[in-house]
Antibody, heavy 122, light 111 residues
Framework: QVQLQESGPGLVKPSETLSLTCAVS?????????WGWIRQPPGKGLEWIGS???????YYNPSLKSRVTISIDSSKNQFSLKLSSVTAADTAVYYC???????????????WGQGTLVTVSS | QSALTQSASVSGSPGQSITISCTGT?????????VSWYQQHPGKAPKLMIY???KRPSGVSNRFSGSKSGNTASLTISGLQAEDEADYYC???????????FGGGTKLTVL
């Protein structure tokens, strides 16, 4: 059974960098699929942040692209999110998820982490 | 690019059928058969219910079905049950620049 678990600070100061890690169990990241991040501000809808492939390919939401980096550490079977220059608008529950390729295989998120709330506040 | 458009809320009685719509453009929903639907209960992670417009993952009830016409995708839930009460989100591939876009979500209330 594929499982994903987010971890990282629950509180980040404005202008600093938000850093989260997603540990994957039950599946080897280097075996395929894309690995991504989706966020949900309190009481609002889902927003895709970006996705990465183990080969190094990355895709980012154009509205966040200048501030986002997603990287994969296959040796630890985990992937990470860095979002720089955060403001209160970045306060959200952040989910990590596995997705299929949008170029061949359906473009859907089939396994999700439980989510972690990150609050941006001084 | 703006989020896909979903009605804010829909309701139905147990046993009835309801349909949730998801309207995009010719750059996303209308151009690709890559719409997925997610169910989210309060405080929980989203769950995949439909992918590629109309396919159900293993374990998802056949009461859930998906379709598409032009720039609008739809999720139909038949034989409503209390456990179906949740938020539902559509998602579509939107081309190589935007990549993926979600709808604003629809809150389903089972009366």
């Amino acid at each position: 059974q594929v499982q994903l678990q987010e971890s990282g600070p629950g509180l980040v100061k404005p202008s600093e960098t938000l850093s989260l890690t997603c540990a994957v169990s039950g599946y080897s990241i280097s075996s395929g699929y894309y690995w991504g991040w989706i966020r949900q501000p309190p009481g609002k809808g889902l927003e895709w942040i970006g996705s990465a492939y183990h080969s190094g390919s990355t895709y980012y939401n154009p509205s966040l692209k200048s501030r986002v980096t997603i990287s994969i550490d296959s040796s630890k079977n985990q992937f990470s999110l860095k979002l720089s220059s955060v403001t209160a608008a970045d306060t959200a529950v952040y989910y990590c998820a596995r997705s299929t390729s949008c170029y061949c295989c359906g473009c859907f998120f089939d396994y999700w982490g439980q989510g972690t709330l990150v609050t941006v506040s001084s | 690019q703006s989020a896909l458009t979903q009605s804010a809320s829909v309701s139905g009685s147990p046993g009835q059928s309801i349909t949730i719509s998801c309207t995009g453009t010719s750059s996303d929903v209308g151009s690709y058969n890559l719409v997925s639907w997610y169910q989210q209960h309060p405080g929980k992670a989203p769950k995949l219910m439909i992918y590629e417009g109309s396919k159900r993952p293993s374990g998802v009830s056949n009461r859930f079905s998906g379709s598409k016409s032009g720039n609008t995708a739809s999720l139909t839930i038949s034989g409503l049950q209390a456990e179906d009460e949740a938020d539902y989100y559509c998602c579509s591939y939107a081309g190589s620049t935007t990549y993926v876009i979600f709808g604003g979500g629809t809150k389903l209330t089972v009366l």
